[in-house]
């Protein structure tokens, strides 16, 4: 699973470096957002393996994101993770219902972080042209 792309938007910024740190000594690369729209940018642009959405966000909401994302045909089938604090009863299938892949609650669990992320990035093979695109736009 190294090499392949993470797309995690947070807000805050340890939260950030706690999930760059991890998936990084793990082997994944990472793009970063702290904005919806930031990430949907980052989103269509290098079609990350997969996506790592904080629900609360400056600006848009991270349902709302998934929303959008879905709704573009490059980015429709990523898979999506929510990344909350939120840890209510019944809040996993609220996320579930709206549409994420899974669900991931803050303070976020090491193991559980990485089994998330291997689990949902064996899915769709990348492209070498894909794999093109990023490595053209991304250090
Ligand atoms: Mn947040």
Known sequence: ????????????DKN???VRDVLGATGYRTLEATTGARALELAVEHEPDLVLMDVRL??????EALGQLRARTCTASIPVLALTAEAMRGDRERFL???FDGYLSKPVDIVE????????????????ESEHRRGASVR
């Open 58 to 63: 400056p600006d848009i909401d991270g349902v």
């Open 16 to 18: 950030m470096k706690l």
């Open 1 to 12: 699973m190294a090499g392949k792309w993470i797309l995690v938007v947070e807000d805050n």
């Open 113 to 128: 972080l990485i089994a998330a992320v291997r689990q949902h990035c064996e899915r769709v093979p990348r492209t070498a």
């Open 97 to 99: 219902a709206a549409g």
